[in-house]
């Protein structure tokens, strides 16, 4: 098992560096660059001379390996990410102040959507064909087609208009620039809960439907009749034997979730003023902000890869069938 | 020699012996196509530390009589009438067929009294857990013995069954094993709790000749060692022959013929079974004769033809007589029934061909 993850680890740097190399080529494909996206924002005009000292300065007349290497180099050898241009902050200064309630949005959305998707799928596959059934299945599709942002503002209006909740972003106003503390723990804990539902309605409904395939699967089998034929309850039978192997392809699921941490949801986040990385990430690339823009893909590929080997590990985990070699 | 037309009483099986006597169960499936009559009036009698074999084609009902019998049949298949007797083992008898399949008392006698080993020994255990825990799990469901003491039986079932180092491989999975080793593990988890009544649902098909005949011999030591009574399900006849006490013949649902092995194999009634019998492959002199085959296939369940259900496919079909009388179980000889109209009261010496040669009559006329 270990040398079985040192390998894959070996594996994970020069996948890393291709990876790298594809993002800030991909960075560079939109025609101009950030100093071109600013001058047209600019209100007075810009002379070629300033224009170019800019350029010099921020380092954009240097061929686009030259400039791959300054960042590359600063990340590998002083884990330094480059400054924002837009910002004029460092790019990390920037991701980790918004990761900490990314990834608490993130982690709530996951529970929830397992919470409330498991059971449901469960219910749904024993009940087959069932009025139950049928009722989780049309409200698991209005959720899946609902777009997220449109139920964010439908949301957001129903918590305005009739509970007089301050929405959008994730503290009241008294809060924002507070120290934290328990009141503004209680603060973020009220307001996290439409973020989460919004965010994990397609999520429940796409995983009630992958559970309820799954289990429907293998309640089937015949390891399920000769439990029952050997005298096993019901309800211990569904859980001991096809729930557990129902569960399995959830697990390597999860490695889609990592990088969704990062990228995920930045449309929804935006609507709902929520201070993550998704909307970072929109930005920095409509600005052309390429440090920024550049990390922030690197780190989403990071927690793909991670994401993977992590589901992988669980899967040889949980699932003597899975031969690590 | 003039059979003895009897019919039968329905209070034939009321000695000691027998332990489980099915009387006349109905189970249906109903689909929103239609009802499928998979068991239509099934008739068995199994006596104590005796094998009851079940013959047929695809189809005929034989797994879901099996099923019927330990209340497993999966929905929307419902027992529809009759009653499944069995003697338990304190002496009382009960009729399985009015219990509620989720009960406690269907599943005190589920793997503790009676216990099923099903086809496929590839999928009939799971996939995630190791041998051992499902043999622990089925002791410690009937027998009040603590997690090690379960441990140390469950170890000497692996070893009863022939399972070598049965020590190591309780931890093993289902798919670190070969086929015969895999039903040589159900077997062991079936008779865990020493049942009284074994059900073996085809549980040699799936696997290769030579394992074949060790899981037969396995089956019939361990019978022999515990006294258990054995229901048999196959469409070998071959295995019927060297394992069965009592045959029970089956076609569409019912049973059509049944008796002891002898007069089943030497004396077949129906032209079902007689079909059946020469359809076997032999090694004999007539080296280029096509192997016999019964016409026609098992019709389709929606589509049961009318009368005899077994007349479209009948040799010995008679016009006006097996397509609108349905037959009725009489007793040929004693243990011996069958439902054909060849031998009901009317037609009597006429044109039944009785004698211990009828397989042999049949050849000529090919």
């Known amino acids: 098992m270990i040398w079985y993850i040192a390998r894959r680890i070996l594996y994970l740097i020069p996948t890393l560096l291709v990876v790298s190399v594809i993002a800030f080529a991909v960075i560079q494909l939109p025609p101009g660059d950030f100093l071109a996206s600013l001058i047209s924002k600019a209100e007075e005009t810009v002379d070629q001379a300033q224009v170019d000292a800019l350029r010099e300065r921020y380092g954009l007349d240097e061929p686009i390996y030259v400039q791959y290497w300054k960042w590359i180099s600063g990340i590998v050898l002083r884990g330094d990410f480059g400054d924002s241009f837009e910002w004029n902050r460092p790019v990390s200064d920037l991701i980790w102040e918004r990761l900490g309630l990314t990834m608490a949005i993130s982690l709530f959305t996951l529970a929830f959507v397992w919470i409330v998707a498991i059971p449901i799928g469960i219910y749904s596959a024993v009940k087959k064909y069932t009025i139950g059934d049928y009722l989780v299945t049309v409200i698991g599709f209005i959720g899946l087609a609902a777009p997220n942002f449109l139920l964010a503002l439908v949301l957001m209006y129903i918590a305005f208009r009739y509970f007089g909740q301050s929405v959008g972003g994730l503290f009241s106003p008294e809060f924002i620039e507070a120290d934290w503390s328990l009141e503004r723990v209680l603060d973020l804990l009220s307001h996290l809960w439409l973020p989460v539902v919004i965010l994990g309605t397609a999520g429940t409904a796409a995983l009630i439907r992958v559970m309820r395939a799954n289990l429907l699967d293998e309640l089937s089998k015949l390891y399920v009749d000769a439990a029952r034929a050997r005298g096993l309850s019901e309800l211990k039978l569904l859980f001991k034997y096809p729930v557990r192997v129902a569960l399995n392809p959830l697990v390597s699921a999860m490695a889609w979730i990592f990088p969704a941490l990062v990228s995920g949801s930045a449309i929804t986040s935006i609507v709902l003023n929520l201070q993550t990385t998704g909307p970072l990430l929109y930005r920095s690339l409509q600005a052309q902000d390429m440090y920024l823009a550049g990390s922030l893909i690197l780190l989403v590929s990071v927690l793909t890869i991670i994401g993977t080997l992590v589901s992988d590990i669980l899967l040889a985990w949980i699932d003597p069938r899975i031969q690590l070699q | ?366």
């Open chain 2, 1 to 366: 020699m003039q059979p003895i037309h009897t019919r039968l009483d329905d209070n034939d099986a009321q000695d000691d012996e027998v332990l489980l006597d099915v009387k006349d169960v109905k189970t249906h499936f109903f689909t929103d196509e239609g009802v499928v009559k998979a068991v239509d009036g099934v008739n068995l009698s199994l006596k104590r530390g005796q094998t009851l074999c079940v013959v047929g084609e695809s189809g005929c009902g034989k797994s879901v009589t099996a099923r019927s019998i330990l209340r497993i049949v999966p929905p929307p298949g419902e027992i529809v009438s009759g009653a499944i007797n069995f003697r338990q083992r304190d002496g009382g008898t009960i009729d399985l067929a009015t219990l509620n399949p989720k009960g406690r008392e269907i599943r005190r006698i589920r793997g503790g009294e009676i216990s099923m080993i099903f086809q496929e020994p590839m999928s009939s255990l799971s996939p995630v857990h190791t041998i051992g825990s499902q043999i622990i799990e089925a002791i410690q469901l009937h027998l009040p013995v603590s997690k090690g003491e379960a441990r140390k039986q469950a170890v000497s079932m692996l070893d009863l069954v022939g399972i070598p180092r049965p020590g190591e491989q309780l931890d093993a999975y289902s798919f670190e094993l070969s086929g015969g080793m895999r039903q040589r593990a159900m077997i062991a988890i079936a008779l865990a709790c020493e049942p009284q009544l074994l059900i073996a649902d085809e549980p040699t098909t799936a696997l290769d000749v030579t394992t074949q005949a060790n899981i037969l011999d396995l089956i019939r030591d361990l019978q022999q060692a515990s006294g258990m009574s054995v229901l048999f399900i196959t469409h070998d006849l071959g295995v019927v022959a060297e394992i069965a006490d009592e045959v029970v013949v089956m076609y569409l649902g019912r049973d059509v013929e049944s008796g002891d092995v002898d007069s089943i194999f030497h004396d077949p009634k129906h032209p079902y079974t007689r079909a059946l019998l020469q359809s076997i492959p032999r090694y004999d002199s007539r080296q280029s004769r096509k192997l016999y085959s019964i016409k026609g296939t098992v019709p389709h369940p929606f589509d049961r033809p009318s009368g005899c259900p077994f007349h479209p496919r009948c040799d010995d079909f008679i016009a006006g007589t097996c397509n609108t009388i349905d037959p009725a179980r009489q007793l040929i000889s004693p243990g011996h029934s069958v439902r054909c109209l060849l031998y009901a009261d009317a037609n009597a010496g006429e044109q039944v061909p009785v004698n211990s040669a009828g397989t042999q009559d049949m050849d000529m006329s090919n």
